[in-house]
């Protein structure tokens, strides 16, 4: 992936465009659309080196303009550090496994998002629990981050679950994700399956992130964001359960 064909930079440029769009009008969105969608053309190993600069810089953005990094800092840390000591393990997988294996689970990822945002009413967790309950949280999603490059499980139903007022749970997702990217990339780093010549077309990606990224905050005043996000979601199911099957078919 240092040297990829002309086609394959359009495919990159347009998706993180497109990916970009998602996390203007919904807040998120960005590693799950790129992986999804470049996981289907190229190793889901290549996608998740190409999401470092993009979402780094997207989620910094996101995080650093919130209203209470201190207070979420404080009570969030056992996650983040879970986060981190589970993506390191999960990892090993990303770096080790065959591409149709790493396929699979990354579908499997999308399915169970997509599935759940569709269709679980929203929980909530009672105060007394969140200090048993975030490290576990963690661990999984740092788990399921090394092993598919996708943040979001079970991460953002959790975050969702603690009540945060709206502000705060935009900087709080903004937390988890910017933990997660410097966790995966630290954790293929670390096991040999990230090439430092491969910032450079990361780093690339970050241009049409970004433009799709303000093109999404143009169009969210002019549509419905509940629509939006159906739609958005339905897409990602059918292509996390095209994925998961592909392997067998």
Known sequence: ???????????????????????????????????????????PLAAASLLIVPSFVTNAWQLLAGPALGPLVRRLWPMMLAICAGTMLGATWLANAEAGATTAALGAALVAYAGYTLLARQIRVPARLEPWLSPPVGAVTGVVTGATGVFVIPAVPYLQSLGLPRDDLVQALGLSFTVSTLALAAGLGAHGAF???????????????LAGMHAGQALRGRLSPATFRRLFLACLLLLGAEMSLRPFV
């Open 195 to 209: 090439e430092p010549q491969a910032l450079w077309l990361s780093a690339l990606a970050l241009g049409p992130a």
């Open 1 to 43: 992936m240092t040297d990829p064909s002309l086609p394959v930079l359009g495919a990159i440029a347009v998706t993180f465009f497109a990916a970009g769009i998602v996390k203007g009008v919904t807040g998120m969105g960005l590693p799950t659309v790129a992986m999804g969608v470049l996981g289907a053309l190229i190793s």
